[in-house]
């Protein structure tokens, strides 16, 4: 396996650095108007070249890597005449070539405002969802985007509140912190799915993830182990956050933040060349975070680091460094779990039980430390004018140590009146390590008139577990008005861990390692038709480990294939598409009941676990880009599920067998618009349908409890007002609805239900030349609602933060 990685890394990396650098030149300048004032957002070109950049808030441009030669410079904007000028490079010159426009300020901006494209939220394209360049037009897979602009205007933080924007996706348990498994869980086509990616590798962050490096947040829907495996992916998808880059000129943004809840925060953003040349270049983004809790108890502070280099020694060659480190300490979210069926307790929905929203029900210290540290590095490099070869390496660290505060709901002595039974399941210097490798090569050429795009990758995964839990049960106590929680405290537990043995200890220990070769192609037949066909073959080594007992080691080789259809019926505007998509799961070996004895179990080797999706639908992008549209219907079978024995012999010795299927359909809309000048709209609806079809008879036809809400919508509307009024000012509202969310649902057990919610939020801002004043309140009508599955979490009332931005 060592010569495997060695290999990818000689390809990838000491390879393309034999290749000589030419020397090549910049040309830089600045843009004003007729007035003296810096022209923003004009366009600079070489006529009749590829090479361009758009002017900053101080006018001023860079083109870099010019090759030696005469050229035309253009400046241009839709609605504005263009103004050229010739000028001769040398090599390795570094050149300046100033422009003065015929307008003025005011007319400049107007014919910027009314001639250009105001979609402001709109992605229209993605390099990680298919692993090559590919409009979402072209693309036979649904994704949906959430950029940076959407982001600053709502006040997000988050990638927790960042996917309340995205279609059909519900957030169903808040992160822990734990390491390993302590990120948020989602939910999306009926399936869980944690946020593990980033720039389409490992990144997984364990505690709540910053929003202070985020370029865009990409779900990419569907089974999708075919591009990125199954081990980081779930069958309804998954999330990959795409960070942002160096640029070429000085600047950035420093801004404060303040609320309710004890809520302060200070994030900076800093970008500089730090050569003459600008070919290292180097971007840093930071937060400092601390947030109170709506509750009686409780607190997070977060502070995140995302520093990344970028070093360019010649055209063909680009090399970057990243780093994210994120360090968190954390009282434990209130999770309620459920010992019993919920009629037990005389409800059968969350806001039937007597429990008090406020009261976080223990007292204080019970703080855990958590650490997430990620490293990445790229190495990019032009073979040729129609490949390119790129290496990827990532290796993320996750560390926890402390208490995590558990709640069980039972039915208590005194009718009407139910109990808490309060307990804690800690970690001790647990960690969890995963490293990946990955080697792309993208083509783009034709086969006589036909046009290919293709990558082909070479990838291995290392998953190195060391986990330590361990808890013990503090007490039991009524839920009362008048009692005294704060019993329940960090003092206390660590003195019944010094007077005593934890209840229980589980050690999850273990390696797992995965070799993948995958091919993936886009055909174009004609300029309006294309195919997509990939296949995936990985080998999946698990050596054993533990998981509370030893568990054994197996081996196998899994195969995922893909395939996809387009068809453009008016190019460039509107696309018909239809896919396959297939992804899989390795579960290890199983207790099966032995048909020969009826007093032993054998153990099996399990097959693979699979899913298959079909999906249909249409994309548009029209009224020049003001409209974006996704409307898709998926079908998801699973099969191979592991399920208890229906022999009630097998079932009583707890046998298993491997005939269990569900089922997963649904619709998804996503609407990124832009109806009139100063309106821009983001909305979402997505209806999901999950059933267990083949299960043991207490759940057979039902919906799973995982399943989340089937019923899903966002919205987001921002208006801001036309600079004739009061330029820079803008509002936006919003927010989300999910439906009644089903956490037991069975026979034995019945149904109790988190109840549908509406959720509201609003945001105000004022822009001035550098700086920009801000200010949102979430939740805004103070509905109490809970997410979950299998358990049920109250979260945020009501809350107010302003934010000032300060921009150089």
Same mark, same amino acid.
């Given at each position: 396996?060592?010569?495997?990685?060695?290999?990818?890394?000689?390809?990838?990396?000491?390879?393309?650095?034999?290749?000589?650098?030419?020397?090549?030149?910049?040309?830089?300048?600045?843009?004003?108007?007729?007035?003296?004032?810096?022209?923003?957002?004009?366009?600079?070109?070489?006529?009749?070249?590829?090479?361009?950049?758009?002017?900053?808030?101080?006018?001023?441009?860079?083109?870099?890597?010019?090759?030696?030669?005469?050229?035309?410079?253009?400046?241009?904007?839709?609605?504005?005449?263009?103004?050229?000028?010739?000028?001769?490079?040398?090599?390795?010159?570094?050149?300046?070539?100033?422009?003065?426009?015929?307008?003025?300020?005011?007319?400049?901006?107007?014919?910027?405002?009314?001639?250009?494209?105001?979609?402001?939220?709109?992605?229209?394209?993605?390099?990680?969802?298919?692993?090559?360049?590919?409009?979402?037009?072209?693309?036979?897979?649904?994704?949906?985007?959430?950029?940076?602009?959407?982001?600053?205007?709502?006040?997000?933080?988050?990638?927790?509140?960042?996917?309340?924007?995205?279609?059909?996706?519900?957030?169903?348990?808040?992160?822990?912190?734990?390491?390993?498994?302590?990120?948020?869980?989602?939910?999306?086509?009926?399936?869980?799915?944690?946020?593990?990616?980033?720039?389409?590798?490992?990144?997984?962050?364990?505690?709540?993830?910053?929003?202070?490096?985020?370029?865009?947040?990409?779900?990419?829907?569907?089974?999708?182990?075919?591009?990125?495996?199954?081990?980081?992916?779930?069958?309804?998808?998954?999330?990959?956050?795409?960070?942002?880059?160096?640029?070429?000129?000085?600047?950035?943004?420093?801004?404060?933040?303040?609320?309710?809840?004890?809520?302060?925060?200070?994030?900076?953003?800093?970008?500089?060349?730090?050569?003459?040349?600008?070919?290292?270049?180097?971007?840093?983004?930071?937060?400092?975070?601390?947030?109170?809790?709506?509750?009686?108890?409780?607190?997070?502070?977060?502070?995140?680091?995302?520093?990344?280099?970028?070093?360019?020694?010649?055209?063909?060659?680009?090399?970057?460094?990243?780093?994210?480190?994120?360090?968190?300490?954390?009282?434990?979210?209130?999770?309620?779990?459920?010992?019993?069926?919920?009629?037990?307790?005389?409800?059968?929905?969350?806001?039937?039980?007597?429990?008090?929203?406020?009261?976080?029900?223990?007292?204080?210290?019970?703080?855990?430390?958590?650490?997430?540290?990620?490293?990445?590095?790229?190495?990019?490099?032009?073979?040729?004018?129609?490949?390119?070869?790129?290496?990827?390496?990532?290796?993320?660290?996750?560390?926890?140590?402390?208490?995590?505060?558990?709640?069980?709901?039972?039915?208590?002595?005194?009718?009407?009146?139910?109990?808490? @039974?309060? $307990?804690? #399941?800690?970690?001790?210097? %647990? *960690?969890? +390590?995963?490293?990946?490798?990955?080697?792309? !090569?993208?083509?783009?050429?034709?086969?006589?008139?036909?046009?290919?795009?293709?990558?082909?990758?070479?990838?291995?995964?290392? @998953?190195? $577990?060391? #986990?330590?839990?361990?808890? %013990? *049960?503090? +007490?039991?106590?009524?839920?009362?008005?008048? !009692?005294?929680?704060?019993?329940?405290?960090?003092?206390?537990?660590?003195?019944?861990?010094?007077?005593?043995?934890?209840?229980?200890?589980?050690?999850?220990?273990?390696?797992?390692?995965?070799?993948?070769?995958?091919?993936?192609?886009?055909?174009?037949?004609?300029?309006?038709?294309?195919?997509?066909?990939?296949?995936?073959?990985?080998?999946?080594?698990?050596?054993?480990?533990?998981?509370?007992?030893?568990?054994?080691?197996?081996?196998?080789?899994?195969?995922?294939?893909?395939?996809?259809?387009?068809?453009?019926?008016?190019?460039?505007?509107?696309?018909?598409?239809?896919?396959?998509?297939?992804?899989?799961?390795?579960?290890?070996?199983?207790?099966?009941?032995?048909?020969?004895?009826?007093?032993?179990?054998?153990?099996?080797?399990?097959?693979?676990?699979?899913?298959?999706?079909?999906?249909?639908?249409?994309?548009?992008?029209?009224?020049?880009?003001?409209?974006?549209?996704?409307?898709?219907?998926?079908?998801?079978?699973?099969?191979?599920?592991?399920?208890?024995?229906?022999?009630?012999?097998?079932?009583?010795?707890?046998?298993?067998?491997?005939?269990?299927?569900?089922?997963?359909?649904?619709?998804?809309?996503?609407?990124?618009?832009?109806?009139?000048?100063?309106?821009?709209?983001?909305?979402?609806?997505?209806?999901?349908?999950?059933?267990?079809?083949?299960?043991?008879?207490?759940?057979?036809?039902?919906?799973?409890?995982?399943?989340?809400?089937?019923?899903?919508?966002?919205?987001?509307?921002?208006?801001?007002?036309?600079?004739?009024?009061?330029?820079?000012?803008?509002?936006?509202?919003?927010?989300?609805?999910?439906?009644?969310?089903?956490?037991?649902?069975?026979?034995?057990?019945?149904?109790?239900?988190?109840?549908?919610?509406?959720?509201?939020?609003?945001?105000?801002?004022?822009?001035?030349?550098?700086?920009?004043?801000?200010?949102?309140?979430?939740?805004?009508?103070?509905?109490?609602?809970?997410?979950?599955?299998?358990?049920?979490?109250?979260?945020?009332?009501?809350?107010?933060?302003?934010?000032?931005?300060?921009?150089?």
């Amino acid at each position: 396996m060592r010569r495997f990685i060695k290999l990818y890394v000689f390809i990838g990396c000491f390879l393309p650095l034999a290749a000589q650098a030419q020397p090549v030149a910049t040309l830089q300048g600045n843009v004003t108007t007729s007035d003296g004032n810096p022209a923003e957002a004009v366009t600079v070109s070489l006529k009749g070249k590829s090479q361009g950049a758009i002017t900053n808030d101080k006018g001023a441009y860079t083109l870099s890597r010019v090759k030696a030669g005469t050229y035309t410079v253009q400046v241009s904007a839709v609605g504005l005449k263009t103004a050229e000028k010739v000028i001769t490079l040398g090599q390795g010159e570094n050149a300046s070539l100033d422009f003065v426009l015929a307008e003025n300020t005011a007319q400049l901006q107007e014919v910027i405002v009314s001639g250009s494209l105001t979609n402001r939220f709109a992605r229209t394209s993605g390099d990680y969802v298919s692993k090559m360049p590919l409009k979402n037009l072209e693309n036979p897979q649904v994704y949906n985007s959430v950029g940076k602009e959407l982001l600053k205007e709502q006040l997000v933080f988050s990638v927790d509140d960042a996917l309340r924007n995205a279609p059909g996706v519900q957030r169903m348990w808040e992160a822990t912190g734990r390491a390993g498994d302590g990120g948020g869980y989602y939910n999306t086509r009926g399936f869980i799915v944690q946020s593990q990616l980033r720039n389409g590798l490992a990144g997984n962050v364990t505690s709540d993830i910053d929003a202070v490096n985020l370029e865009k947040l990409e779900t990419i829907k569907g089974p999708s182990a075919t591009l990125f495996g199954s081990a980081l992916t779930s069958y309804g998808g998954l999330i990959n956050r795409v960070t942002k880059k160096p640029y070429e000129t000085f600047g950035g943004e420093v801004a404060v933040s303040a609320g309710n809840y004890d809520f302060q925060r200070v994030s900076a953003d800093v970008n500089a060349p730090l050569t003459k040349n600008r070919n290292l270049l180097l971007r840093v983004n930071t937060a400092f975070t601390h947030q109170g809790t709506f509750q009686t108890v409780g607190f997070g502070r977060n502070v995140a680091l995302a520093p990344s280099l970028s070093f360019r020694p010649s055209e063909r060659l680009s090399i970057r460094l990243d780093a994210e480190m994120y360090r968190s300490e954390n009282v434990g979210k209130q999770i309620l779990f459920f010992y019993v069926p919920g009629y037990t307790l005389g409800a059968t929905r969350a806001d039937q039980l007597a429990i008090d929203y406020r009261n976080s029900y223990m007292g204080s210290g019970l703080t855990q430390q958590s650490r997430s540290t990620n490293l990445f590095g790229q190495v990019n490099y032009q073979i040729s004018p129609s490949f390119t070869s790129s290496t990827n390496i990532s290796s993320s660290h996750s560390f926890s140590n402390g208490f995590g505060p558990y709640f069980y709901i039972i039915p208590g002595t005194t009718p009407g009146v139910n109990n808490l @039974v309060r $307990a804690d #399941q800690s970690t001790r210097n %647990s *960690t969890n +390590d995963v490293f990946e490798v990955q080697q792309l !090569f993208n083509g783009d050429f034709h086969l006589g008139s036909l046009r290919n795009r293709i990558v082909l990758g070479l990838d291995y995964l290392h @998953v190195n $577990a060391n #986990q330590l839990f361990f808890g %013990s *049960t503090f +007490d039991t106590v009524p839920i009362a008005a008048d !009692f005294d929680y704060s019993k329940f405290n960090g003092a206390a537990l660590t003195a019944l861990y010094a007077s005593k043995a934890p209840d229980f200890t589980y050690p999850v220990t273990g390696i797992r390692e995965t070799s993948s070769a995958f091919v993936s192609d886009v055909l174009n037949l004609t300029d309006k038709l294309s195919i997509l066909a990939a296949l995936r073959v990985d080998h999946f080594n698990n050596k054993g480990g533990t998981e509370g007992a030893a568990v054994a080691g197996y081996q196998q080789t899994a195969f995922s294939p893909k395939f996809g259809l387009v068809y453009q019926p008016v190019k460039d505007k509107v696309s018909l598409f239809a896919n396959y998509q297939n992804s899989f799961n390795n579960r290890g070996v199983y207790n099966a009941y032995d048909v020969t004895d009826a007093d032993s179990l054998t153990q099996r080797f399990a097959k693979l676990e699979q899913a298959n999706q079909f999906e249909a639908g249409v994309k548009l992008n029209t009224f020049g880009g003001r409209l974006t549209t996704t409307i898709s219907y998926y079908d998801i079978q699973v099969k191979n599920i592991l399920r208890t024995d229906p022999n009630p012999l097998a079932a009583a010795r707890f046998a298993q067998t491997q005939d269990g299927s569900q089922t997963s359909r649904g619709v998804e809309l996503d609407v990124v618009a832009n109806p009139v000048q100063g309106l821009n709209i983001v909305g979402g609806f997505s209806y999901n349908d999950s059933r267990l079809v083949r299960a043991s008879e207490d759940v057979n036809g039902r919906r799973p409890t995982t399943a989340s809400s089937p019923y899903l919508a966002n919205l987001w509307v921002s208006y801001r007002l036309p600079g004739y009024l009061i330029n820079g000012l803008g509002f936006g509202i919003g927010g989300n609805y999910a439906s009644d969310n089903k956490i037991q649902n069975s026979v034995s057990q019945g149904v109790f239900t988190l109840p549908a919610y509406t959720v509201l939020n609003a945001s105000a801002f004022y822009d001035l030349k550098k700086i920009r004043l801000s200010v949102k309140v979430d939740n805004f009508t103070n509905q109490r609602y809970w997410i979950g599955y299998t358990t049920m979490n109250p979260q945020k009332l009501r809350s107010f933060v302003g934010n000032v931005t300060y921009t150089f």
